[in-house]
């Protein structure tokens, strides 16, 4: 008997320790999501104001050395500027990933926002961003 209550004992002084861990890394886990959202949506406020220069400042390091400043500046003319001004945007969602194809390891980030624009009806816009030590990057954005 007396075992028994001390094998309860033990199992009952361990169990809220691993729920705590287990309460802990959700909490980060919410964290980096809230600092992803908030980082993508600064940047799409730089595409939305046409600061495509300051926009390119935000992507992850790796990718900013395969294409200049004027390259990017270039492609996201091209991309937005047809759609005119952007009307309103809201999240639809995000997802942590830790891989992504042809990528390495690491801490992701895919959102999803539902954007109306002047010129096209209601879209989805997708931003992938990796967290990095100057905080999260930009590395992929695609309008649906």
């Known amino acids: 008997m007396r075992r028994g209550l001390a094998v309860l004992f033990c199992t009952l002084a361990i169990f809220p320790g691993g729920c705590t861990s287990q309460s802990a890394r959700r909490a980060e886990k919410r964290a980096d999501e809230v600092d992803a959202r908030i980082a993508a949506s600064k940047w799409l406020t730089l595409l ?4 495509y220069e300051e926009a390119f400042e935000w992507e992850a390091l790796d990718f900013r050395i395969s294409r200049t400043q004027q390259q990017f500046v270039r492609s996201m003319q ?6 005119g001004r952007t009307l ?11 891989k992504l194809v042809g990528l390495p390891e ?7 926002f539902k954007t109306a624009f002047e010129n096209k009806s209601p879209t989805a816009e997708r931003v992938i961003l990796v967290r990095q030590v100057r905080g999260w990057r930009v590395i992929d954005y695609r309008i649906y």
């Open 48 to 51: 939305d104001q046409g600061d």
């Open 78 to 83: 091209a991309r937005r500027q047809p759609f």
């Open 88 to 98: 309103g945007r809201s999240i639809i969602g995000s997802t942590a990933l830790k």
């Open 106 to 112: 690491g801490n992701y980030e895919s959102i999803i």
